[in-house]
């Protein structure tokens, strides 16, 4: 049964049409500049207050990294989504922030380059070198890769990198309503568009189309569903069955298993893309199942 928080915010989802911006190319390039302020991209002021911030320039990108007052003990690495059009938004400073309330973990959160300016040619090695220069050198096992949306992809390109030159996998890696395949060409994503309250398929295909410019939009740092998953470390998959994401999130965790990975898949009924950040009882739900899953 799904709360009537949801229910309501999924109505004001419809009623203030947020799944414009994805479901038409065009209104998509019309509406980037709102989606791409440079204001986004600075920690709230309430973060200043009640944590140490950290902030870096990896790149010429800005790269923050939030602390505890008391001294911390896992250091999640997070990738905020937004189909890699759209600026970090204040959801994702609220997860960070959540988090460390909840674990006493430090979080980092790259800032990462956008397309139409930007592609896959910048901001993966910006996010790597990110995650060496915050993350580097901590032991394995107090490391955990994060993201959603767009940015599981990227949290997947490092397990990834880290895996090709034989260096131990992070403790945890969180994939949330992860964007696993830039080309969406999986039929029954086309079906659920119509119940996707937030995410259109025309449009997702125009920013993963930008994304992969000039390198093959199946290569497995972009669409980690092709990747070769053998050799990764243990993953948790957060999705909702109104997410046109659903049939690839499906088809991954399903490799993942016959890849001999250790999967913890939580499918949510009813949910939408990124529900977990959302201040309603599922959204609260899977945190802390979150949280249980970084306590072990």
């Avoid at 890769?145 to 260096?167: F, I, P, T, Y």
Wanted: with cysteine; proline share 7%.
């Amino acid at each position: 049964m799904i709360s009537m928080k949801a229910q309501l915010y999924q109505a004001y989802l419809r009623a203030t049409r947020q799944k414009a911006f994805y479901d038409d190319a065009r209104v998509l390039h019309q509406r980037l500049h709102r989606h791409q302020r440079p204001a986004q991209a600075r920690p709230p002021r309430k973060l200043r207050k009640q944590f140490d911030l950290e902030h870096r320039e990896v790149h010429g990108f800005p790269c923050w990294t939030v602390r505890p007052r008391a001294n911390a003990g896992l250091h999640v690495f997070h990738l905020h989504g937004g189909g890699y059009v759209e600026e970090i938004e204040s959801h994702h400073w609220e997860f960070a922030a959540d988090l460390v309330r909840r674990l006493g973990c430090t979080v980092t959160l790259p800032i990462y380059p956008l397309v139409p300016r930007h592609s896959n040619v910048e901001t993966i090695p910006m996010v790597h070198a990110a995650f060496e220069q915050t993350l580097g050198s901590e032991p394995a096992e107090n490391t955990v890769l994060s993201g959603d949306s767009a940015g599981a992809a990227l949290a997947l390109s490092v397990a990834q990198r880290l895996r090709d030159e034989g260096r131990p996998q992070p403790k945890q890696t969180i994939l949330i309503s992860p964007w696993l395949d830039v080309t969406l060409e999986d039929p029954i994503s086309v079906v659920l568009d119509e119940h996707d309250p937030m995410l259109g398929i025309t449009g997702l295909r125009e920013a993963g189309k930008m994304y992969a410019e000039g390198t093959d939009p199946h290569d497995p740092r972009i669409s980690p569903l092709y990747a070769d998953l053998a050799g990764l470390g243990p993953f948790s998959l957060f999705i909702g069955t109104r997410d046109v994401l659903l049939p690839d999130a499906r088809r991954f965790a399903d490799r993942a298993r016959d890849a001999g990975i250790d999967v913890d898949y939580a499918e949510y009924p009813g949910m939408f893309h990124n529900w977990l950040m959302q201040q309603i009882p599922e959204g609260r739900q899977a945190r802390n199942h979150i949280e249980r899953i970084l306590r072990r």
